[in-house]
Every structure is written in C-alpha cells, then in structure tokens.
C-alpha cells in the first residue's frame, strides 16, 4: 500500500488506522471503573474548550510536525483555527483552544463511545479520511471490536517487561529488549559507544521483524511468531 510512496503511511487517509482507543477506554470503564463515564471526559472537554498554555514541548512536537513540508499547521485552515487562529503559529505560553476538540468529546461523554463509532461523527469523520485518498468505511468502524490477548512479557535480568502484542509493537520493543540482555557490559560509561552501537542493532533487527508483525485477526501464526522474536535462540543469534 506504501510501496513507493511513504508520505502516504504519514500525511493522507491511508496514516490512518481504525481508531480503537475509545472502545478500549470503554471496555476498562464498563468492566473496573466506578466514576460515571461523563465525570470522567468532562474535564478534557473544558479544557479543550477553555484553553491551556503552549508549552515547550507542543513548540517542539509542531516543529517536527512541518519539517521538510508545507506548514499545514498555518496553511491549512483545519488545522490554522487551532494552531494559528491570528494567522501565525501559536508560540511558548500562547493559549491554545481546541473547541471543535471540545465538542465532539462532549458528544462522546453524554452519549457514550457509540456516538464516535456511527452516526454523525461517525460520517464526517470517514469523510474526511476518504476525501485524503483512505480506504476506511463507515462499516469499519461501527464492526471495530475489543480484542483481549494475551500480553508479551520478557524476563529482562531481574525485571519482567510486560507490554502489548501483535498488532501493537509490543514486542518489537521486548525483542530488541533480549537482544541486548546478551551483553553484560551494555550501558556502562566505559562501554557509551558500543553500548550505542550495540542498541541501534538490536533496534534494526527488531523492527526488521516487525515486516512480519500483523494483526492476528487477519494474519495467521501471530502467536507462534511472536513466541520465535522473543526466544533466547532469536536474541543470540
């Protein structure tokens, strides 16, 4: 789907995944919470609503976000009403609102999650993600379901690295984590730039497995193939 064309995996309607978050928040309130679900949104939505100040590393994070491309942030008047409402970029101790933010939190916090995942919301949002070149349906989102798994957890020296499995990176992360576990020395002030060098490998290695990392609802053999990246055979090789 990216082949040839990597700013799709980052700036259209292709970056985008189907959005889980709310149905797992839901899923944890329904079965551990006990403060009703609107007390719990309502504080992001005022202060989405009422504003909060710039700070250095929301300066940092829309530098990054518009290096080497246009400044949509600006440009873009979907985005300049939040970022730019006086036509130039909202800088360190700026206040910065997020009122459209607001609304649709608010919607979701008197309705319920369902209110994201069909209906109006539901619309305007997949609209926009087919109109930037996206494939994502209105039946994506109201079928997405939560999926309970079993968690990838290492044992690192004398600590356990608990984390999520496949589709998430979870264990990426733990594969190069028992990578590194082989070598005693790694992380020593003598050792900086070995350690470095030796980190950097493991990473590489890692997410050079992750080509072969999907989501187990649509990819076979997920299960045994995680249980191979976090072998002691695996990390030694």
Avoid: C
């Avoid at 250095?56 to 939040?82: K, M, S």
């Amino acid at each position: 789907m990216y082949k040839n064309n990597v700013n799709a995996s980052i700036h259209t309607g292709l970056a985008s995944g189907v959005p889980g978050e709310l149905r797992g928040l839901a899923y944890l309130h329904d079965n551990y919470g006990s403060l009703p679900w609107e007390d719990l949104v309502m504080p992001a939505v005022e202060v989405a609503r009422n504003g909060f100040p710039v700070t250095a590393d929301l300066v940092r994070y829309e530098a990054n976000a518009v290096a080497g491309i246009d400044n949509f942030l600006v440009n873009n008047p979907t985005w300049a009403i939040d970022f730019a409402p006086n036509g130039s970029l909202l800088g360190l101790g700026d206040v910065i609102t997020r009122k459209r933010y607001a609304d649709t939190l608010e919607t979701i916090a008197k309705r319920g999650v369902e209110a994201f995942y069909s209906g109006p919301l539901a619309e305007t949002f997949i609209n926009t993600v087919q109109s930037n070149g996206g494939m994502m349906t209105l039946a994506d989102l109201k079928n997405y379901t939560v999926a309970i798994r079993p968690p990838s957890a290492i044992d690192y020296r004398d600590y356990k690295i608990t984390s999520g499995s496949a589709p998430s990176s979870g264990t990426v992360l733990a594969s190069a984590m028992k990578i590194i576990e082989g070598y005693p020395t790694i992380g020593e002030a003598a050792t900086l730039n070995l350690s470095t060098h030796l980190f950097d490998e493991a990473i590489r290695f890692a997410y050079g497995q992750r080509t072969e990392l999907g989501d187990p609802f649509f990819v076979e053999g997920m299960t045994a193939y995680q249980a191979d990246m976090l072998s002691e055979t695996t990390a030694a090789a």
